[in-house]
């Protein structure tokens, strides 16, 4: 909760949060141990073997010592890969958000942090999520480089104009938590800073009937399909021969003119309406034109979802 | 043994008296130091210029600092704030962090440990000092003109698109200080493999050369990658080529990968040359050879050959590869083992040693401690989950300014202490000198602790406000930089007095191994009266006590 007062860890409040908790512990007590370690044999030796002290036997001071130099490279060496693998299988699966995960868009933009809920619901600055069930956030940016990050779930990400970036966490706890830019931003960087508010699933469900309903965004990108035109050439009903057919589309690895394969991912579909010239599928002319400077990251959103959705007939 | 050996500061300083003719008095005019070739004179020139820096980035420091005093903005605006902490990565970082051992203890110990009269291209070296000054001034100019509010990492798209500030100005500025960087690297190179003295086979070089090898090699590869980098973000800025913008199918995340591919090596053309300083005196006031030369002298390539794999351990948040994040954190750690394997052999070298604990002693402990302290957190940095974590918090502001300050300025000051009666032929007062090695080690510590677990709280660095529950780590952390900023002055002070007061040095008041102390103090322009031929490895201490103990039986 946020106003705790003084305290040396911070809360957790997300499946992740005990994990890195527990991995923060290990790396605190192989530091400790070793700054402690250093520390006494400093002052031991310090102290014994200071200038004045003439009763200390000085004969045989080493200057090296084959085994125990190859002892102390080895050591740390396996200490360290033992924390990389550690630290490496959290970050695995901190990044790799599970499929049946609620998806909340997010756009940053100084200075301010907006949302929107699958069924609509749009918020700035508040994030409110439902208690035990995962929730991947696909974020973006409509001008700089700003970071996502929420303390009390150990999660962090940037976010970045031009590509979209996911992150996804489970909340343990029910309460108020701080959400913070941490990529600096500009002038009102320290000020981008808003609420992760997580209740009860039931309480959510209250939430999202009483807040201010908006069009889903999966209406919207339909509604913006119309509206800018795309369904002239790509029909649903069928290709025209003309442009690469759409449904079934997302997910899939598109092979290009030039004979190299993307896969049709977020970034990819975005990456078309924008520069429709930039990466022509196989088989096809650059007919399109640019939608660059007429939409604008929420109309992209909503496009997109409409596009996603047509990968499953 | 006596007593009176054991002491070398307490050999009757009267005895004692400045060379007549020397590198010092060999011209009072301001036209002799300006159009000066001899590397003494440029490492002065260098010094007085860095310390001018230092000072003006410690008053940047301390507003920020007083600033953090407080949740509220209650001192400068967030405009102004923003400034500040730019200018003060700005100027540490690129005007003093990476000349300050290099360009001064550098210029001035490299040709005398070599027994040579100067650097190979002395001119070169003048001209390096030139093009630092004039990179300075500009970034100056910048700064106090308009100032820039980027932070010095200069991230796109924000510097290269959006920030209305001086960016061009200061960019150039850092761009010409390059140069610099480059031209000492390369003098030092060419220098180290040429000019060393008869007999000075490489197994037989001082540690502070070795590690100065091992930086300039990074300074030369690493500095133009900067310097390309920056004027990218001028033609962006300029003509708008997009090459950051993703609005005209550039990549933002490019910059960062371009930037760190210097600025990660550089953090260790920072940190090498005070780990060099840190094996020359830790022999000497232990009276023995150092625990394990080859170990030492081979971790500090290692460390230099492992800095340019492990730039993307900066963007594990930044939405890179995953695969790309396993790859930079394993490699991350392997330059974990090196500077380890340094930090034991150090310690080892107290072992059986004869310890006194003179002034650069005090602050070569205090690097060992603090370098410990910095690297180990090193590990917790390059932990991927835990890193997600305290990426772009108070745990990465402590952890670099253990490395940067604890570790960086530690030795620079420890060098200072150790060099300063062969480079001015004076004593500082042992007393204030102790003194103020113990205020920095405190203040420093009260001041960048708390910020660790600030850091782990999730205090976001670079934030002008902040919520009240971090109030009082930041009021601890505030206390701890006002006695840092005393224990800062005490040198500033005594050393300027002992200019003209302090007690006459002889040429070796050490009695430390090493060339340079086998020429008066200070020494001569020329630097040796004859060219010296080494016969002996560089750590020999035993037999210089044996000698002495010979001497005083005779």
Same mark, same amino acid.
């Given at each position: 909760m946020i106003d705790d007062g003084f305290r040396l860890m911070p809360e957790q409040a997300s499946t992740l949060a005990p994990s890195v908790d527990l991995l923060y512990y290990f790396l605190l007590s192989v530091s400790t141990f070793f700054t402690v370690l250093i520390a006494v044999l400093i002052v031991y030796f310090s102290i014994k073997y200071?200038?004045?002290?003439?009763?200390v036997d000085r004969s045989k001071g080493e200057d090296h010592s084959l085994w125990l130099e190859v002892l102390w490279m080895v050591v740390p060496l396996l200490i360290s890969m033992a924390i990389f693998a550690w630290g490496a299988s959290l970050y695995y699966s901190e990044y790799r958000p599970p499929d049946d995960a609620i998806e909340i868009r997010g756009v940053g933009k100084q200075w301010m942090w907006k949302f929107q809920h699958p069924s609509g619901q749009r918020e700035i600055n508040d994030l409110h999520v439902p208690l035990g069930y995962p929730v991947k956030l696909t974020l973006i940016s409509e001008d700089v480089i700003h970071s996502f990050f929420v303390p009390a779930f150990r999660t962090k990400r940037d976010v970045v104009p031009g590509r979209y970036t996911n992150c996804w966490f489970e909340a343990t706890r029910t309460g108020t938590f701080h959400l913070f830019c941490a990529e600096y931003c500009g002038t009102n960087h320290s000020r981008m800073i808003g609420r992760v508010i997580v209740m009860e699933p039931a309480e959510y469900e209250r939430w999202l009937a009483n807040s201010n309903m908006q069009e889903s965004p999966l209406a919207a990108g339909k509604r913006l399909y119309e509206e800018f035109r795309c369904v002239t050439c790509h029909r649903p009903e069928g290709a025209t021969g003309r442009c690469p057919p759409l449904e079934g589309l997302f997910g899939r690895d598109v092979k290009l003119v030039d004979g190299t394969t993307v896969p049709a991912d977020e970034t990819y579909l975005r990456e078309s309406i924008l520069r429709p010239a930039a990466k022509v599928v196989a088989g096809f002319e650059p007919l399109m034109p640019s939608y660059e400077g007429q939409i604008s990251e929420e109309q992209l959103i909503y496009l997109i979802t409409y596009i996603k959705s047509l990968a499953k007939p | 043994m006596t007593a009176a050996l054991d002491?070398?500061?307490?050999?009757?300083?009267?005895?004692v008296s400045l060379p007549k003719r020397h590198y010092l008095n060999s011209g009072y005019t301001v036209r002799s130091w300006l159009f000066t070739t001899d590397h003494k004179r440029i490492a002065l020139l260098y010094l007085v210029s860095i310390t001018a820096f230092f000072v003006l980035g410690g008053i940047a420091a301390t507003l920020v600092r007083l600033d953090l005093m407080t949740p509220q903005a209650d001192l400068v605006r967030s405009e102004t704030y923003n400034k500040l902490f730019t200018a003060h990565g700005v100027i540490m970082i690129f005007f003093f962090l990476v000349p300050s051992i290099p360009a001064v203890m550098g210029n001035f110990l490299v040709p005398l440990m070599l027994g040579a009269r100067d650097l190979a291209f002395p001119r070169l070296n003048l001209l390096s000092w030139y093009v630092y000054m004039v990179g300075g001034v500009f970034t100056l100019y910048a700064l106090l003109a308009g100032g820039v *509010?980027?932070?010095?990492?200069?991230?796109?798209p924000y510097s290269s698109t959006y920030s209305n500030t001086y960016v061009m100005a200061t960019a150039v500025g850092i761009f010409i200080t390059g140069f610099s960087s480059i031209l000492t690297g390369l003098n030092f190179i060419v220098t180290i493999h040429k000019m060393r003295a008869p007999g000075q086979v490489w197994f037989r070089l001082p540690l502070f050369i070795w590690s100065i090898y091992a930086t300039s090699i990074i300074m030369v590869l690493g500095t133009p990658v900067l310097a390309i980098t920056l004027v990218l973000v001028g033609l962006e800025r300029l003509?708008?080529?997009?090459?950051? *913008?993703p609005r005209l199918g550039? *990549?933002?995340?490019l910059f960062q990968h371009l930037f760190w591919f210097y600025s990660h090596p550089a953090v260790y053309i920072m940190i090498l040359p005070s780990m060099g300083v840190v094996s020359e005196i830790i022999p000497c006031f232990c009276r023995k050879r150092p625990f394990g030369y080859e170990f030492i002298g081979f971790s500090s390539f290692a460390i230099a050959a492992f800095s340019f794999l492990v730039w993307g351990h900066h963007l594990f948040v930044s939405g890179q590869s995953i695969y790309a994040g396993l790859v930079f954190s394993m490699l991350s750690y392997l330059v974990a083992i090196p500077s380890a394997v340094k930090v034991f052999n150090w310690t080892a070298t107290l072992h059986k040693g004869s310890i006194s604990f003179d002034t650069p002693m005090l602050y070569a402990l205090g690097f060992v401690g603090l370098f410990t302290m910095g690297g180990l957190t090193g590990l917790f940095v390059a932990a991927l989950a835990v890193d997600v974590h305290v990426h772009d918090t108070y745990f990465i502001v402590a952890h670099f300014h253990y490395i940067m300050v604890g570790g960086a300025v530690m030795g620079y000051l420890g060098a200072i202490h150790f060099w300063w009666p062969k480079m001015t032929g004076r004593l500082y007062p042992e007393g204030w000198a102790r003194l103020s090695a113990i205020l920095i080690f405190v203040g420093f510590n009260l001041t960048f602790f708390p910020q660790y677990i600030l850091g782990y709280l999730g205090m976001p660095r670079r934030y002008h406000i902040y919520p009240p529950e971090f109030q009082v780590l930041n009021v601890m952390s505030s206390a701890g930089a006002s006695i840092l900023g005393v224990g800062y002055l005490f040198p500033l002070t005594y050393l300027i007095w002992s200019l003209f007061y302090g007690k006459v040095a002889s040429a070796n008041p050490w009695r430390a191994a090493g060339l340079e102390w086998q020429t008066p103090s200070p020494p001569p322009t020329e630097n040796f009266a004859r060219t010296p031929v080494v016969r002996h490895e560089a750590y020999d201490y035993p037999a210089i006590d044996n000698q002495q103990v010979e001497e005083g039986l005779r």
């Open positions: 200071r200038r004045g002290n003439q009763q | 002491r070398p500061t307490s050999v009757s300083p009267e005895s *509010d980027t932070g010095w990492t200069f991230y796109a003509l708008g080529l997009g090459i950051f *913008d550039g *990549d933002p995340i």
